[in-house]
């Protein structure tokens, strides 16, 4: 049974920052993984917690779902995915649940004195994904879009919402690397060339 936005509370992990808070970062973590989790990777890789002066940053943690290409079985995920592939259709139901439950989230700063154009939504993989649905089909007056070794169906909303825009759209960064086995690097590059014509508009 789907989970409604009302009945989900996402668990945080925080890094406030050094200084005066005026702007926040909502970082989504890969599938199967926790807030806590991609924080402590982070910290590995700069050998530091990811600080700024003045940008508090949230790492929520999804809540625990059943996950079909895990053969049902329950995993910290964004939303359903029928296999892992861009050739496939996306599960909009678990999406759109999520999104709703990330509004809450994006409200919640809002609710704390930060302005909207002063939040960014990005993450890693699903994270990534889940952050242009977010983004670009229900807050395209966020402050901007990062993706990390992410991918969309060739057959997405967001492409969709994308062709109906017709204001500014949030600006985007994207990378991806080319020896991931998981997420091929032609996803990524098949999801920029979709992405890129929409974005060029606004330049």
């Not at 920052?17 to 924080?39: E, V």
């Not at 590995?44 to 003045?54: A, E, R």
């Not at 508090?56 to 809540?63: D, L, M, R, S, W």
């Not at 919640?108 to 002063?118: A, L, P």
Request: overall charge neutral; proline content about 4%.
């Amino acid at each position: 049974m789907a989970a409604t936005s009302g009945s989900v509370c996402l668990q945080r992990c925080v890094v406030s920052p050094a200084g005066r808070h005026s702007a926040s970062l909502i970082f989504l973590h890969g599938s199967g993984d926790s807030g806590q989790g991609l924080k402590k990777w982070i910290k590995q890789v700069l050998n530091q917690d990811l600080t700024f002066q003045h940008i508090k940053v949230i790492y929520p943690t999804a809540p625990p779902r059943p996950y079909t290409p895990l053969k049902g079985r329950l995993s910290n995920v964004w939303f359903d995915r029928f296999k892992i592939s861009n050739d496939c259709p996306e599960h909009l139901e678990s999406i759109d649940v999520m999104c709703q439950v990330l509004t809450d989230l994006i409200d919640d700063e809002i609710k704390s004195g930060i302005k909207k154009n002063r939040i960014l939504v990005g993450g890693f993989s699903m994270g990534g994904c889940m952050a242009m649905h977010l983004a670009y089909r229900s807050h395209q007056d966020v402050a901007g879009v990062f993706v990390l070794s992410s991918f969309l169906s060739k057959t997405s909303a967001v492409y969709q919402a994308l062709q109906k825009s017709d204001g500014v759209l949030p600006e985007l960064f994207q990378c991806h690397g080319t020896a991931d086995e998981l997420v091929l690097h032609s996803w990524g590059w098949d999801e920029t060339r979709h992405i890129l014509p929409y974005l060029e508009q606004n330049f």
